[in-house]
């Protein structure tokens, strides 16, 4: 079979289709960020945001197509045309919407901090003169930049952060609460010796949405459509259920 049999372009716009006549949207996930998207032991791209855009998907008429992408360089891709969307925890920001649209908000997290289990630390101020970790260009890192007089390191995944204040190497991780828990709460090693000691303040919540390259209406529409039937038809209160209990 020749492949323009099976995959062609919708006559008004542009976006491929499937051989069903679908719409098909590549999809980018840095899959390092447990639960919400990350590779379990049998290789899968899985979690909480890949059940969730595959839900709106089904529910939504189109298909989704999700590839690993490092988070460096994630915002890049999307904007040279490299994928469709990024779904990959993105907190949707003013900083952001200057270079991207979002959908509507899915999720809402706040900045957890991972210690020691024997830190009295309440604030990120009282890590003066620490190091402090936390993935790169995240809204955890820069809320550690923010903080006068500790001092920020930047990582390329959030697990090797934590690597490091395991092994005593830096005092805390800054990062999306639901990773906080995995990390410190689920995964059993670190369980033994890691905290969550507290989560940063912050004047304005954190909701998360799929990034789009800024006007595609296309796509960002498709979107918003598969997420609502999503919430309407019970998926997304089970997939919710499923990762994070109800
Ligand atoms: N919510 C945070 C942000 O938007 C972190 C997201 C990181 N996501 C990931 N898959 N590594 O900055």
Redesign the pocket.
């Known amino acids: 079979l020749m492949l323009t049999m099976l995959v062609g372009f919708s006559a008004e716009a542009g976006m491929q289709v499937n051989s069903d006549g679908k719409p098909v949207v590549s999809v980018a996930?840095?899959?390092?960020?447990p639960p919400?998207?990350f590779i379990n032991k049998d290789k899968q791209i899985v979690g909480f945001?890949v059940d969730l855009m595959k839900a709106a998907a089904e529910a939504g008429g189109y298909v989704v197509e999700i590839k690993n992408v490092a988070?460096d360089g994630?915002f890049a891709g999307l904007a040279s045309g490299k994928y469709d969307c990024i779904c990959?925890?993105?907190?949707i920001?003013k900083q952001?919407k200057k270079g991207m649209d979002f959908s509507d908000p899915y999720f809402e997290?706040q900045q957890s901090v991972v210690t020691n289990k024997d830190s009295n630390a309440k604030t990120l101020a009282d890590f003066k003169g620490k190091k402090l970790g936390a993935?790169i260009?995240?809204?955890?890192?820069?809320a550690v930049k923010k903080t006068d007089g500790v001092v920020a390191k930047s990582y390329d995944?959030?697990g090797l952060a934590m690597e490091d204040l395991y092994n005593g190497r830096i005092s805390a991780v800054v990062?999306?609460d639901p990773?906080a828990a995995d990390f410190a709460l689920q995964q059993e090693e670190y369980a033994k010796r890691l905290k969550i000691a507290f989560v940063v303040k912050s004047d304005t919540p954190?909701y998360?949405g799929v990034a789009v390259q800024k006007g595609n209406k296309e796509v960002v529409d498709l979107i918003n459509k598969g997420l609502a039937a999503a919430v309407k038809n019970g998926s997304y209160d089970k997939i919710k259920a499923k990762w994070f209990g109800s």
């Open positions: 996930s840095d899959c390092t960020w919400m998207e945001s988070w994630i990959s925890s993105v907190t920001n952001r997290v993935q260009g995240t809204t955890g890192y820069f995944e959030v990062c999306d990773i954190e998360l």
